[in-house]
């Protein structure tokens, strides 16, 4: 069997779910990964056999929007409040009432969302050659712009959050289109089909995580730039206001009613760091896998206060490595994780926020039994022979379904 992955350039989580979830399938199958370049530096594509760059034309590239036009704006946010009021499922049975703004986004997503020319040329060429193609996101570009000729051997993982381009009427109809489709948890499932009335019975895959051994080496030299005296909590992912949420409010005034050396450890992109200054929060910005690994491992817990989420790879990790975990319970998702794992607690205000950290700090037979239900739920639901598995599956059925 052969496959291609289709995927945007970026340092983001859903990329790095992609290229792990090709690396391990590339031991199985032949697995082609189709990048599409928009900027010059993204992610690191080393662990994978046969990856092909597309870039866009000058063109195109000055041509791609990152905003939205004001009737895209409007009526996204329009859309995002008759979901809330119950009513946009039956408003969206009734085709001929969003026809012509849908003819308007089109129009605009193809000036300013475009798909690099040599890709769309190569996939004229190679079709017949893939048995299967996997696209990761359901308002990504190549998503919105392969679906009328490729749908049909495609698997979409939509990565749904409750986020406002999910109202976006193409992001509807992307849903809509691509038959086979996988989720990453059946929150994720469950909330595509409240907005797009997708199937329930569509499967749920996740994805496995890449653990680097630990390195009493890197964690030495990092004690060495940064003394941690004490116990630190940890939060690893994009540090932007929709991601983090209340964190930086929320351990700011606990440690203010709760004086300690407690520490609130950063790793990723620094779009807020700048605007953030105490002695208690330290700003690493992008760090190694190896060092990462070293964070959770010696963190006493491990922090996802994002409400966007379709999976959480740094969850899944926190439990693999038995560190609790705390996360915000707005989010379907990571709610979902720690009813079924019992390996954590979770927040919807400071109040909770509080009594979670103040029922795990001083109690590290407490942290220890939630970290091994971690270990035995990711185990049982997201190691990699269990989603292996299921992969093969479902690509098998695809490549059937088209011969």
């Excluded at 707005?330 to 954590?344: F, I, P, R, T, W």
Aim: a positive charge.
């Amino acid at each position: 069997m052969k496959i291609a992955f289709i995927h945007n350039n970026a340092k983001t989580g859903a990329t790095a779910h992609a290229i792990m979830l090709a690396k391990r399938l590339q031991d199985k199958m032949e697995v082609v990964f189709l990048v599409c370049n928009l900027i010059e530096t993204g992610a690191d594509f080393s662990s994978l056999k046969n990856v092909r760059e597309f870039s866009y034309s000058e063109t195109q590239r000055h041509s791609y929007a990152n905003k939205w036009p004001l009737h895209v704006s409007l009526l996204v946010r329009l859309r995002m409040l008759l979901f809330h009021l119950r009513l946009l499922r039956p408003l969206d049975k009734i085709t001929p009432l969003w026809q012509p703004f849908r003819t308007m986004e089109k129009q605009w997503l193809f000036r300013h969302s475009p798909l690099p020319k040599e890709l769309e040329e190569y996939l004229r060429q190679h079709d017949g050659e893939f048995d299967a193609y996997v696209i990761l996101g359901n308002f990504t570009g190549p998503a919105f712009h392969l679906k009328e000729k490729y749908a049909h051997k495609t698997v979409l993982i939509p990565l749904v959050h409750m986020e406002m381009p999910q109202f976006i009427l193409s992001v509807h109809d992307i849903s809509r289109r691509y038959p086979f489709l996988a989720f990453n948890t059946s929150a994720e499932r469950r909330l595509c089909h409240r907005i797009h009335d997708t199937p329930l019975s569509a499967p749920v895959i996740g994805s496995g995580i890449e653990i680097s051994k630990q390195n009493p080496e890197t964690w030495n030299t990092f004690l060495s730039q940064h003394p941690i005296h004490g116990d630190y909590l940890l939060y690893v992912g994009r540090i932007t206001r929709r991601k983090t949420g209340h964190l930086f409010d929320y351990f700011t005034r606990y440690k203010q009613k709760h004086p300690s050396p407690l520490k609130l450890i950063v790793a990723g992109d620094s779009y807020l760091s700048s605007a953030i200054r105490r002695d208690d929060i330290i700003f690493l910005g992008f760090v190694s896998e190896t060092l990462k690994n070293e964070l959770i491992h010696h963190a006493a817990i491990v922090i996802n206060p994002s409400q966007v989420e379709s999976l959480s790879l740094i969850v899944l990790e926190a439990m693999h490595a038995g560190v609790p975990i705390v996360v915000n319970g707005k989010c379907e998702v990571l709610k979902d994780h720690c009813d079924q794992s019992h390996a954590g607690m979770y927040y919807t205000d400071y109040s909770s926020f509080e009594q979670a950290l103040d029922s795990l700090l001083p109690c590290p037979s407490l942290r220890i039994t939630l970290g091994k239900n971690g270990q035995t739920y990711e185990a049982a639901n997201y190691s990699w022979p269990v989603i292996l598995q299921k992969w093969e599956n479902l690509l098998t059925c695809v490549s059937e379904a088209n011969h």
